[in-house]
């Protein structure tokens, strides 16, 4: 999950009717940058952990359990009052799909500067694709409100309860035998200034139509 990030309004991505291709080019650019980071070998993101952990577990496909969690997550924003939008809907199919395609065609890296490269470069698209989708404002992804809902409800910081939830998310999954390592410290470390770096190039504003 990211933590959400004020949308400040530039030149770039002011068109509305660029909104929708916006956000369907990161979540297809999300879901690459998924598979290359679980493809380095090297450590992923919390809940990619807890996804790879499951599948690690069952007959499940990395993206079908991407999908499936993103549903049960859904289910928690009934008592939080959350909203979901056509970017909510879109960020669990678009997603799950994607990051399972690719995984098909990426093999496994086992040669440290391939590993390496598609950790990096995993985790620079994985920021430029969090910008585009959140940039669209179409909805939150699913864990992305599950942690602003949470918030909302209980008057706890944002960032307090992302550190919970993601806490709670890499025990879960590191307990199921997902992937932990130097690739989860970056992740942790670079996802919010990358994501922060590249949203004034994909943030969306009704001021600037």
């Known amino acids: 999950m990211k933590a959400p990030v004020e949308l400040s309004p530039v030149p770039v991505s002011t068109d509305p ?18 598979a290359m980071m679980t493809r380095s070998g090297l450590g992923l993101n919390p809940w990619d952990v807890l996804h790879e952990g499951v599948a690690e577990r069952t007959a499940l496909s990395f993206g079908t359990v991407t999908a499936l969690t993103a549903v049960v997550v859904l289910a928690l924003w009934i008592p939080l009052r959350q909203r979901p939008g056509v970017g909510t809907v879109a960020n669990v199919v678009v997603i799950a799909v994607v990051v399972d395609l690719v995984r098909f065609v990426l093999p496994e890296a086992h040669h440290l500067a391939w590993q390496v490269t598609l950790l990096l470069g995993g985790t620079v698209l994985n920021g430029v694709a969090t910008a585009s989708y ?18 909302a409800r209980t008057g706890v910081s944002v960032g307090l309860v992302r550190t919970v939830i993601e806490v709670v998310v890499l025990a879960a999954g590191w307990l199921l035998g997902g992937t932990v390592g130097v690739g989860t410290v970056l992740y942790a470390l ?10 004034p190039y994909f943030a969306w504003s009704p001021k600037n139509r």
């Open 17 to 34: 009717a660029r909104r929708l291709p916006q956000l369907f080019a990161g979540l297809v650019c999300y879901g690459t940058s998924m």
């Open 134 to 151: 959140v940039g669209a404002r179409l909805g939150p992804g699913p864990r992305d409100g599950l942690m602003t809902g949470f918030s």
């Open 190 to 199: 670079a996802i919010g200034p990358l994501t922060q770096f590249f949203l």
